[in-house]
């Protein structure tokens, strides 16, 4: 919380006792200031406080006057603390997180209050009001972490589909060697489900789970389903224990929600490998109050169905292929998406290695990403997707392929295709330190044995002979960034089923016109 010059590795047990009785004092400080906690929860919250860090007396010290955004740096001196007196493995990471979990639970709101509320907000202030109390309440808790992600790097980088927004995702710590150890001697455990399901809620975590007391959701219906809204690092809207699919119930879905909540976007992973979700078996949505840099694309080819038109349509200067459909009716949207959707799942045209299934294997779905302009109504951006491999790429022909996986070998979900990449934390030392090797700092390492650059060989090589090794630190540390966002861009360009060459945007036509649509 506030700057405190306590070195706390030096205190003895009993102005440890001391040092966190008041760190309760100074929690619930937060919590009542935060309106986590009323006067009379005061009594229960720091009773259970007490229990948890094995304190026999509340303090009798005055919390001192502080005004902090967040719970994090204070929660982090009581984690400490706690594991000083040994109350879990301090050396496990997984433990330190959940037991710091464990302690914001004892201020939170339940469920059914944080149901109450938002429906309140929402019927009486609108949705927007709504979703805000129910954000800040998830950053105020630090369910969303907002000083680790703080830590992230950021920029973008010119392609010629405009600004691509490029992230090295430092807010997942690396799993340590005992962290994986007691992992693999984890008993299996089939509850909760998944990370997604509603059971999560006030769950205690485990090493191979986290810890979900903080964890609120909020029931909605979309389309005539039950849905659930939830904030992570990314925003989820989840339903039951299904699996993934894409039909034109997910369409309306997707609309209700926006309709509901005008100012999210909202979208959804494919439903197949490699192209879907890291969740396949838990149908779930994604969104949030962001714009993303494919909803600044401009249209490339501008196309028409003349049986609806209430949609403008055309394919999108995307490297993702890609269709924009434009329009203020709902009904005319969904049945325009489901018509491309329906064509798409059985297309076939090999002359640019596209085929619908093979041996009874479906290949073809789409990445849907729908949000409303107060100008045009909704704007759906139907990305078409396909999860064929063959020998030459094992891992996918629309998939990253080999030549970039060390900047990224992952599947290209749905943050990836809206041109957001989130790239592992590896890169911001190894990024570094290449850096360092064009500005002559020090030695191209990268070909001998052990070197955690050797992923990077060939890269470096080529960046070598374009740069040479005498750059000023500052124009190598941006000339890597804008050639991690440029390998991010050919990324999403092999995912793309119909390429940017002149064939690629023929059969891209060829597509939309067995649709039903034309060139406007």
């Known amino acids: 919380m506030a700057k405190n010059e306590l070195d706390i590795t030096t205190l003895t047990p009993e102005q440890r006792d001391a040092r966190l009785a008041l760190d309760v004092e100074r929690l619930l400080r937060f919590g009542r200031k935060h309106k986590l906690i009323k006067d009379l929860d005061v009594l229960v919250a720091r009773n259970t406080l007490l229990d948890l860090l094995a304190l026999a007396a509340p303090s009798e010290a005055k919390p001192p006057k502080e005004d902090p955004a967040t719970p994090a740096a204070l929660l982090d001196e009581m984690v400490e603390l706690a594991a000083q007196k040994e109350l879990f493995d301090g050396a496990v990471n997984q433990y330190r997180i959940n037991f710091e979990t464990r302690l914001m639970g004892a201020l939170m709101p339940r469920e059914s209050e944080v149901c109450k509320k938002f429906k309140k907000l929402y019927l009486k202030q609108g949705a927007k009001a709504a979703t805000d109390w129910f954000y800040q309440l998830c950053v105020d808790t630090n369910y969303i972490r907002t000083a680790q992600i703080a830590k992230n790097i950021q920029w973008n980088t010119a392609t010629p589909y405009g600004e691509l927004e490029i992230t090295i995702n430092l807010t997942k710590p690396e799993k340590d060697p005992k962290t994986i150890a007691l992992e693999r001697l984890q008993p299996k455990s089939g509850y909760p489900a998944c990370m997604l399901c509603k059971e999560n809620i006030g769950y205690a975590g485990r090493i191979n789970f986290p810890a979900r007391q903080t964890h609120r959701i909020v029931p909605i219906t979309l389309a005539g389903e039950q849905f659930y809204l939830q904030y992570s690092p990314y925003a989820y809207f989840h339903e039951q224990h299904k699996p993934m699919e894409m039909n034109k119930q997910t369409l309306a879905e997707i609309f209700d929600f926006v309709a509901q909540f005008p100012h999210y976007t909202c979208g959804s992973n494919a439903d197949l490998p490699i192209v879907g979700g890291s969740i396949l078996s838990h149908s779930h949505f994604q969104g949030g109050r962001y714009v993303f840099p494919m909803q600044k694309a401009d249209v490339a080819v501008p196309m028409a169905d003349i049986r609806y038109p209430g949609v403008k349509a055309g394919i999108l200067n995307w490297p993702v292929s890609a269709v924009r459909l434009v329009g203020r009716s709902s009904q005319q949207m969904q049945i325009v998406a489901n018509n491309i959707l329906t064509a798409w799942r059985t297309y076939t045209d090999e002359s640019v290695g596209i085929l619908a299934e093979t041996d009874g294997t479906p290949h073809n779905t789409v990445t849907p990403i729908l949000h409303y302009d107060e100008t045009d109504g909704f704007i759906l951006d139907l990305a078409l997707r396909n999860n064929r491999t063959s020998e030459e790429f094992p891992d996918g022909i629309f998939h990253p392929h080999k030549e970039y996986h060390n900047i990224k070998k992952e599947n290209i ?5 809206m041109g957001l990449a ?9 990024g570094a330190q290449i850096a360092e090797i064009l500005a002559g700092q020090r030695p191209n390492t990268s070909r001998k044995e052990g070197s955690n650059l050797a992923v990077h060989a060939d890269w470096i090589d080529e960046l070598i002979a374009k740069y040479g090794t005498h750059m000023k ?27 940017q ?15 039903g649509f034309k060139k406007v």
Do not use: C, W, Y
């Not at 979900?413 to 295709?417: A, D, H, R, Y």
């Not at 540390?477 to 360009?493: D, P, Q, W, Y």
């Not at 060459?501 to 649709?515: E, H, K, L, N």
């Open 422 to 430: 989130i790239l592992p934390a590896r890169l911001k030392d190894q």
């Open 501 to 515: 060459d002149a064939q690629g945007q023929a059969a891209f036509v060829r597509f939309m016109q067995s649709v």
């Open 473 to 499: 630190p500052e124009a190598a540390n941006k000339a890597v960034k804008a050639e991690i966002g440029t390998v991010f861009s050919h990324v999403l360009e092999n995912a793309g089923v119909f390429k």
């Open 413 to 417: 979900g749905l943050i990836e295709v």
